[in-house]
């Protein structure tokens, strides 16, 4: 569906292309889908989600001062729309449950699974890490991006990035031995 408004422009910035909201919806939209996914919004609200990171990128655009790359400035939106969805109360009254119902997966279609099943593994270890070492780990470690693009997205100096990196990482793979083990992520 075309926005309404895609005359919204801006010049291509040094870190990466720019140009209208459809533009940027046609280059930016998966990134988005997995950032979101990553940090945390359950997948029955991510379309709402993923739309309101557009309201938001809609409203914001032609300000954009490109003083960092379009996807870190796009990714603090996401990160700020996640905070936002976890903040409120339908979301904090939902019960969570250890383990999600897994549905009947054919045998032919194993390694579909296994990598399924490996998705909700760390998904289940990330929603266990705070937000800042969360964005930090996900934009560096599944998103590859640079450090330095890391830091201006969560908007933090590099050392303090380096820093809640090195923690995550401790705390996936404290959580994943645990898991091993037969504990849960937490």
Same mark, same amino acid.
């Given at each position: 569906r075309e926005p309404r408004d895609s005359a919204v422009t801006v010049s291509p910035a040094a870190g990466g292309p720019a140009g209208s909201l459809k533009q940027v919806f046609d280059d930016q939209a998966p990134f988005i889908w997995r950032s979101l996914r990553h940090l945390g919004i359950r997948e029955s609200d991510l379309e709402d989600i993923f739309q309101e990171v557009f309201v938001v990128i809609h409203r914001k655009l032609a300000d954009f001062e490109q003083r960092s790359s379009?996807?870190?400035?796009?990714?603090?939106?996401?990160?700020? #729309?996640?905070?936002?969805?976890?903040?409120?109360?339908?979301v904090r009254r939902e019960l969570a449950v250890a383990h999600p119902p897994v549905t009947a997966e054919p045998a032919s279609q194993e390694r579909d699974y296994l990598r399924t099943e490996a998705r909700r593994l760390m998904n289940d270890i990330l929603n266990?890490?705070?937000?800042?070492?969360? =964005? #930090?780990? #996900?934009l560096y470690e599944?998103?590859?991006?640079?450090?330095?693009? #890391? =830091? +201006?997205?969560?908007?933090?100096?590099?050392?303090t990035a380096y820093s809640r990196l090195h923690a995550a990482r401790r705390l996936v793979v404290e959580a994943a031995q645990?898991? +091993?083990?037969?504990?849960? =992520?937490?």
């Amino acid at each position: 569906r075309e926005p309404r408004d895609s005359a919204v422009t801006v010049s291509p910035a040094a870190g990466g292309p720019a140009g209208s909201l459809k533009q940027v919806f046609d280059d930016q939209a998966p990134f988005i889908w997995r950032s979101l996914r990553h940090l945390g919004i359950r997948e029955s609200d991510l379309e709402d989600i993923f739309q309101e990171v557009f309201v938001v990128i809609h409203r914001k655009l032609a300000d954009f001062e490109q003083r960092s790359s379009l996807r870190t400035w796009i990714y603090g939106i996401c990160i700020r #729309v996640a905070k936002d969805y976890r903040r409120r109360a339908y979301v904090r009254r939902e019960l969570a449950v250890a383990h999600p119902p897994v549905t009947a997966e054919p045998a032919s279609q194993e390694r579909d699974y296994l990598r399924t099943e490996a998705r909700r593994l760390m998904n289940d270890i990330l929603n266990h890490l705070d937000m800042d070492k969360r =964005a #930090v780990f #996900v934009l560096y470690e599944i998103e590859g991006l640079p450090m330095k693009q #890391v =830091a +201006e997205a969560v908007g933090c100096p590099l050392q303090t990035a380096y820093s809640r990196l090195h923690a995550a990482r401790r705390l996936v793979v404290e959580a994943a031995q645990r898991m +091993e083990n037969g504990g849960g =992520a937490a």
